[in-house]
């Protein structure tokens, strides 16, 4: 194979703004990279921060084995058709979320731990299914796209569902938010506590799924939960740490494509990482409980 | 004055794994009432308070609610363990929960309704406590704060389950005022306390329960000694060999 | 006694006497494989082959079938240069003791790079003149393990390696007809090397594209530029890899998507490669179009 030269930098003098924006106005998958970004900031963000508040961080990663049994059916059905799959995964996750919904709230199993079981079980009927009707194809390698490959219809696909998760999630924001911290309160004023619940497992499904396709589940995960995790120790209020979490998870994608560009790092690792690093540093120099931000704040107030 | 019944128990049985925590109670509380509900641990109060509020359904006779909409016009404070204080959200926004509905789960809040924050949190004397976090104020003070949701909630039937437990006497005192300014505007309350002097100071009204009604009337003539040893004899083990209770159609 | 020595002698000529020609058993790694023992050997061979259409020879999990379909058999032919690593432990476990028979022997070796290191390039059938050789070196094969049908095979196997040598002459034609410089394509797997080789197209493959690793965007970014630099108009498709970030690189340069290119597995029989011959007329006829940029 004959060795491939270095991108081509133009003739421009390296200038910060040629250097920042440069790759993106060159080439149009890096503009559609970073729109991706833009959709998954906005779409996951704000779901990220309540799934960290309601504790259950480790959804998304279960979620992506959950989605197995159904890309396997849709796989069977349809063959390689990447809708086909998709749907057949969002329904697997949905039945899986839904379930363990409800069986945590009528019965005396955490949500955690109804989850645990419900995505294994999908996960096992996935790889059953598979290893007796699949050819020897990765289903899911098939099903999970990489951010720079990011078409026309996975775009769409992100971006509506962005759209339509955070005008949803606006719509029921007030419900949903006193559900996840005194449901009690809304039982008892409210006869739809479990309605609001089930909804936003349901956007839950939906972003992952749609992220899932059009980014790989790295990326999916990873700039639902780190960006949600960092703004914890930016924000004060649920509110706030929504907005946070947008703004680091776009920042992380826009800084994780630079670095892939300049120092061909591969895409999706590198744009977690970059939130990884946001992670460690808001760990450490968080304005609320940074570790660092503990220890040398010596000067304490009059009253 | 002529007194109505506003919540009227009626052979109320409600269960827990087909053994009664609450086990054939009848009678009924007048509009504008004041009553205590006592009785020993496990005696079935909470249960009780959870059944009138409809977060348990009754597995024997029934509740009866006269001119009132349980959903609307019955506020009830919990004890305090199933708030997550951990979560990231300012006095002024839990409180303002209280004007549910009125606003309901998608409706503005007004800034009349902000104001009615702020005076509830006066009323409760977390003033300028509004922009604080749920997680940095102490019990007392979070306790406070729930009274203050429920002052905006506008309820003619209060309830209070164990309001005044593990609060500083300070709290204890005033909320205990506001109590009886609510009974001065004709409020129905209900409260399951523990401290029987309170109860004969503050509370004409008494329920005494153990799991069986044991007496319910005003506060003088129910704490009397024989009832008070009947009470502590009540056992508060369920028997596990227990029969199925004959008494249905009493 | 006599009778009795009698009845030893006829026993042992019976012995002697040719057998009743009996079927062959042959079990091939792969379907390309698998077709061409089937056009050498004919009816009277019976092959199975262990991966199927759309498969990828270089990854296999066997299943316990295939374990018992190989201590059946007279004969295991395998393409060799280390394709199949997979093969020998299968082998070992099911106990067959009879010839692997590689069918690449003698073919003028190429290498190629994979995961940072130098190997052999295994993947030597896609050139029709290597294909003349596993033909060549398949019916040698089925000759000595059934020496009655020697000449059957001889035969099958010489009107085989003309058709395929036709095939090549053929290839040659049609490639030589594009201008040198146009002679340049993309496609997302380099199992190419010896088509490209033998008949002078330069495959590009997208460096870090494989099934393992992510791509970064630099690479992404050079391989645009390179293809508008050098005006590649075709971009193939691999049968059994994620075709997404392929058609991204296409609709972003203007470069054409030219099809489905058959490598390592033939399709299912309705498909566009039912055989080795078709697929190799297919790919050639695929690059061509592609080259020409109509």
């Known amino acids: 194979m004959t060795p491939i030269p270095a991108p081509e930098t133009g003739i421009e003098p390296m200038t910060l703004w040629h250097a920042l924006a440069g790759p993106f106005i060159e080439y149009p998958f890096m503009r559609r990279a970073l729109v991706a970004c833009l959709a998954l ?79 294994l079980a999908s996960l096992a009927l996935g790889v059953l299914l598979v290893s007796t009707h699949g050819s020897n194809i990765d289903l899911l390698h098939i099903l999970f796209g990489t951010i720079l490959a990011v078409d026309d219809s996975a775009l769409f696909l992100v971006g509506g569902v962005a759209s339509v998760s955070s005008l949803i999630l606006l719509a029921i924001y007030r419900p949903l938010i006193l559900e996840c911290f005194d449901p009690g309160y809304l039982r008892s004023v409210s006869g739809r506590g479990s309605l609001y619940h089930l909804i936003f497992l349901v956007l839950v499904v939906l972003n992952l799924v749609a992220s899932f396709q059009a980014l790989g589940t790295l990326m999916a995960v990873g700039l639902m939960m780190l960006p949600a995790a960092s703004a914890r120790f930016w924000a004060r209020q649920v509110g706030s740490m929504m907005l946070t979490a947008i703004v680091i998870a776009l920042l992380s994608g826009f800084i994780g494509l630079l670095g892939s560009y300049r120092f061909a790092l591969p895409s999706g690792p590198a744009i977690v990482l970059t939130g990884s690093i946001f992670y460690v540093l808001s760990i450490l120099t968080g304005r609320r409980g940074g570790v660092l931000t503990r220890l040398l704040a010596t000067r304490h107030l009059t009253g | 004055m002529i007194s109505t019944p506003v919540i009227s128990l009626e052979n109320l049985t409600v269960t827990y794994d087909r053994h009664p925590a609450v086990h054939h109670v009848r009678g009924c509380f007048q509009a504008g009432s004041l009553t205590a509900i006592v009785g020993p641990n496990g005696a079935g109060k909470s249960t009780l308070m959870k059944a009138i509020v ?4 009754p597995a024997g006779g029934g509740i009866r609610y006269a001119g009132i909409d349980r959903r609307r016009d019955v506020a009830y404070l919990p004890q305090q363990a199933e708030i997550d204080r951990s979560f990231p959200i300012t006095v002024a926004d839990t409180v303002v929960t209280g004007c549910w509905q009125e606003i309901g789960a998608f409706g503005r809040v007004t800034s009349a309704q902000w104001r009615r924050v702020a005076e509830a949190l006066s009323a409760v004397g977390l003033d300028g406590f509004g922009r604080r976090l749920i997680g940095t104020l102490s019990a007392g003070q979070f306790q406070r704060a729930l009274f203050a949701r429920l002052l905006l909630q506008k309820a003619s039937v209060i309830l209070l389950d164990e309001p005044f437990n593990a609060i500083d006497a300070r709290t204890t005192a005033d909320l205990l005022a506001l109590v009886q300014r609510w009974h001065g505007e004709e409020k129905t309350i209900i409260a399951v306390l523990h401290d029987f002097d309170q109860v004969r100071a503050c509370f004409p009204q008494t329920l005494l329960l153990a799991r069986e009604l044991i007496d319910w009337g005003p506060t003088e003539d129910v704490l009397i000694p024989a009832n008070l040893l009947m009470m502590r004899q009540m056992a508060e083990r369920w028997a596990d060999d227990a029969d199925t209770c004959s008494r249905n159609r009493d | ?285 695929l690059l061509v179009k592609g080259m020409r940029g109509n």
Request: charged content about 20%; proline content about 4%.
């Open chain 1, 41 to 119: 900031a906005i779409g996951s963000g704000p779901i990220g921060v309540l799934l960290l508040l309601r504790r259950m961080s480790l959804v998304g990663d279960a979620m992506s084995h959950a989605v197995l049994p159904g890309a396997a059916i849709g796989f069977l059905i349809g063959g390689l058709s990447l809708w086909g799959m998709t749907i057949g995964g969002f329904v697997a996750g949905l039945a899986v979320a839904l379930l363990a919904g409800i069986v945590s709230r009528h019965t005396s199993l955490r949500e955690d731990a109804s989850f645990a079981g419900f995505y």
């Open chain 3, 1 to 285: 006694m006599k009778k009795l020595f009698a009845a030893l002698l006829i026993g042992i000529l019976a012995q002697a006497a040719p057998a009743s020609a009996r079927d062959l058993n042959v079990v091939t790694s792969f379907t390309v494989l698998a077709d061409m023992v089937r056009q050498v050997g004919g009816d009277h061979v019976h092959v199975r082959s262990l991966i199927g259409p759309n498969g990828d020879p270089h990854v296999y999990e066997p299943t316990p079938q295939d374990g018992n379909a190989l201590a059946k058999a007279d004969l295991v032919f395998v393409s060799g240069l280390g394709l199949e690593g997979w093969m020998d432990r299968l082998i070992k476990a099911s106990g067959y003791k009879g010839t692997v028979v590689v069918a690449s022997k003698g073919v003028a070796t190429l290498s190629m790079r994979e995961e940072g290191k130098t190997i052999t390039d295994p993947h030597a059938w896609n050139s029709a003149a290597n294909g003349v050789i596993y033909a060549r070196n398949i019916a040698f094969a089925l000759a000595k393990a059934d020496p009655q049908r020697a000449t059957d095979y001889k035969i099958r196997g010489e009107r085989y390696m003309q058709q395929l040598q036709a095939l090549d002459s053929w290839a040659h034609k049609m490639v030589n007809a594009i201008p040198a410089y146009k002679r340049k394509v993309i496609s997302s797997h380099d199992a190419f090397g010896y088509l490209g080789a033998g008949y002078g197209i330069e495959f590009r493959a997208p460096v870090g594209f494989s099934t393992e690793s992510e791509a970064s965007a630099a690479d992404v970014a050079r391989l645009v530029d390179q293809i508008k630099r050098e005006n590649i108009r075709a971009v193939f498709l691999e049968n059994s890899n994620d075709p997404r970030m392929i058609r991204q690189i296409a609709s972003e340069t203007g470069a054409v998507l030219g099809g489905t290119l058959y490598a390592e597995a033939l399709s299912a029989p309705g498909g566009p490669a039912p055989d080795y011959a078709t697929m190799f007329r297919h790919n050639i006829e």
């Open chain 2, 54 to 57: 409809g977060l348990l359904a």
